[in-house]
């Protein structure tokens, strides 16, 4: 069966600081994988997505995320946070027209 | 495009009530709606996919005559919390699936506390 795991429950990094969110998943063929991100009491809004072809993913708010097949990794990386970027973030892989949501890790940003 | 609204925000009932929650699709039909429970600090579970004009398929272990889901419309399902306990507060977030393979739009959750 598809999983994802967030090894990073909770990440603190300081305003104007680069970013890397991990993500792993466990699954046989190419998989459809995701980031979405959570604010407080929201619901959820999709960064980028990765279904097949150029393994680097352009998304909004200046994210990225690089598929590698040989670490099984979608990581997601911003070169530079902002205060607003706090929130809790949610790799995800997708089959089926379904979701499987990895645990989420928590982002602070320092001032 | 591609919003999902969902209607109340939050509510609280009391215990043995029932409660309805509703998600619609505002500019786009829906053929499949998704409904999920969040637990504090927790990720998302997928409880029941809905399709438009058949019976909602519920994942394992989600009670189906407490959690009842209707998508009586290409832009509507409803969730109907039954005889409710406080243990069903949570948070629930419905999405709702595009033409576009895989792509899910998220609504921004209802909070349901029960007392």
């Known amino acids: 069966a598809q999983s994802v795991t967030q090894p990073d429950i909770h990440i603190t990094v300081s305003e104007g600081a680069s970013l890397e969110l991990r993500c792993n998943y466990s699954y046989g063929a190419t998989p459809y994988l995701f980031w979405y991100v959570q604010s407080p009491g929201q619901g959820l809004q999709l960064l980028l997505k990765y279904f097949s072809g150029d393994t680097l993913v352009q998304g909004i708010k200046g994210f990225e995320a690089e598929f590698k097949r040989s670490q099984s990794s979608f990581n997601l990386r911003k070169p530079s946070v902002h205060w607003s970027d706090a929130a809790e973030y949610f790799c995800?892989?997708?089959?089926?027209?379904?979701?499987?949501f990895g645990s989420g890790t928590q982002l602070t940003v320092l001032p | 495009g591609a919003v999902v609204s969902q209607h109340p925000s939050w509510v609280i009932c009391k215990s043995g009530t029932s409660v309805k929650i509703e998600c619609r699709s505002l500019d786009f039909q829906a053929t499949t709606m998704f409904w999920y429970r969040q637990f504090p600090k927790q990720s998302l579970m997928l409880m029941a996919t809905s399709n438009e004009g058949s019976k909602a398929t519920y994942e394992q272990g989600v009670e189906k005559d407490k959690f009842l889901i209707n998508h009586a419309s290409l832009t509507l399902s409803t969730l109907t919390v039954t005889s409710a306990h406080p243990e069903d507060s949570s948070f629930y977030i419905c999405?709702?699936?595009?033409?576009?393979?895989?792509?899910?739009?998220f609504g921004p959750g209802t909070r349901l506390t029960v007392t």
């Open positions: 999405s709702a699936d595009t033409d576009r393979l895989y792509e899910q739009y």
């Open positions: 995800a892989t997708g089959s089926a027209r379904q979701l499987t």
